[in-house]
């Protein structure tokens, strides 16, 4: 079975400070990759995905993912964070024509002002 | 509806007691999946149903766990002789593409005392 890792599990940053974020997983066929974002009180959202194609993927917010095959790795990045990316981002995997997501542990960002 | 949508949000029960969670996906959607969210942890995989049968149900922890769709739109998750090990948030999510990622909704936050 499947497996995924998020290793930071609570970040804290300053405003404008750059961010990344760890996830690795471990299956060794084709994957869909994803980004979830759950803002405090609110319901999971989706933050990005990667099915195939150009391995950098540009999500909504500013945040960008890129996805390392041999590395088996699909870390989160934002250039510069803002308070209201506070959160907890939870990084997850599905082999190709699995149905379901196997979810990482989730990280707690804090973004202080 | 507009999202996914699940009642009660909150719900709090004896231990031993039956508790019945429902969730309403979003129209249309064939796939619906229930996870659970314990504090401080992703989201766990509980059991997935395509159109009105379970697809897989490998992940209820035991055979006080039971879930229905019967019209294959709302589904009903079932626990018996609830435990205070049970307490989490039960999270429905629905997908119109097989393996492209979910919308989820609120949750409900069971406890159990």
């Known amino acids: 079975a499947q497996s995924v890792s998020q290793h930071n599990h609570h970040v804290i940053l300053s405003e404008a400070a750059s961010l990344e974020l760890g996830c690795n997983y471990s299956y060794g066929g084709t994957v869909n990759l994803f980004w979830y974002v759950q803002y405090p009180g609110q319901h999971l959202q989706l933050l990005l995905k990667y099915f195939s194609g150009d391995p950098l993927v540009k999500g909504i917010k500013g945040f960008e993912a890129e996805f390392i095959k041999s590395k088996f790795s699909f870390n989160l990045r934002k250039p510069s964070v803002q308070w209201s990316d506070t959160a907890e981002y939870f990084c997850?995997?599905?082999?190709?024509?699995?149905?379901?997501?196997?979810f990482g542990g989730g990280t707690r960002l804090m973004v202080k002002p | 509806g507009a999202g996914v949508s699940q009642t009660p949000s909150n719900k709090v029960t004896e231990k031993g007691k039956y508790v019945e969670l429902r969730c309403d996906p979003i129209?249309?959607?064939?796939?619906l999946y229930w996870y659970r969210q314990s504090l401080g942890q992703g989201p766990e995989f509980l059991i997935y149903f395509q159109g009105t049968g379970a697809a897989d149900d490998s992940g209820l922890p035991n055979d006080r766990f039971f879930a229905v769709r019967p019209e294959g739109s709302v589904s009903t998750l079932k626990i018996q002789r609830t435990e205070r090990g049970d307490s989490a948030v039960y999270l429905c999510a629905s997908s119109g593409d097989r393996g492209y990622g979910y919308t989820f909704g609120s949750g409900t936050r069971l406890t159990v005392v």
């Open positions: 129209s249309g959607h064939t796939a």
């Open positions: 997850a995997v599905n082999p190709r024509l699995v149905d379901m997501l196997t």
